[in-house]
């Protein structure tokens, strides 16, 4: 998979699933998991056929089920999700993305601290 699409609300929540779980899971493992949603049995299969098919999720067959897996790791999605609302909330700026942050308090003194500290990692990284 060269570029990893952005999922809808609906597969991503099947994939946070798996992610939390850290190792492959059972349709009914993964209905306790999601019951809060209330999806019927076959919603769930929707899904994950939707996410096979797409190459998110692997299934191995284990007794007369299978086994789901994620396929793709969180850290390499959360890739995508960034620059998507990056783009499309932000118009590309990082800059703008942490003003709406600061402008709606939603940064304490420690989070400000925190990404001073990262920013600092990172251009010493760029440096090397």
């Given at each position: 998979m060269n570029q990893i699409a952005r999922l809808p609300d609906a597969e991503l929540e099947v994939m946070n699933a798996l992610w939390a779980a850290g190792e492959p899971l059972t349709r009914p493992e993964l209905e306790q998991r999601l019951a809060h949603k209330?999806?019927?049995?076959?919603?769930?299969?929707?899904?994950?056929?939707?996410?096979e098919e797409k190459g998110f999720v692997t299934r191995h067959k284990q007794g007369r089920g299978y086994l789901y897996a994620a396929s793709v790791p969180r850290r390499e999605y959360a890739k995508t999700e960034g620059r998507t609302a990056l783009g499309r909330m932000f118009g590309g700026s990082a800059k703008n993305l942490v003003a709406a942050l600061a402008e709606t308090d939603a940064l304490t003194d420690a989070d400000i601290d925190e990404l001073s500290d990262y920013l600092e990692q990172l251009k010493r990284r760029h440096q090397t």
């Amino acid at each position: 998979m060269n570029q990893i699409a952005r999922l809808p609300d609906a597969e991503l929540e099947v994939m946070n699933a798996l992610w939390a779980a850290g190792e492959p899971l059972t349709r009914p493992e993964l209905e306790q998991r999601l019951a809060h949603k209330g999806w019927a049995a076959t919603t769930l299969l929707a899904l994950l056929t939707r996410l096979e098919e797409k190459g998110f999720v692997t299934r191995h067959k284990q007794g007369r089920g299978y086994l789901y897996a994620a396929s793709v790791p969180r850290r390499e999605y959360a890739k995508t999700e960034g620059r998507t609302a990056l783009g499309r909330m932000f118009g590309g700026s990082a800059k703008n993305l942490v003003a709406a942050l600061a402008e709606t308090d939603a940064l304490t003194d420690a989070d400000i601290d925190e990404l001073s500290d990262y920013l600092e990692q990172l251009k010493r990284r760029h440096q090397t």
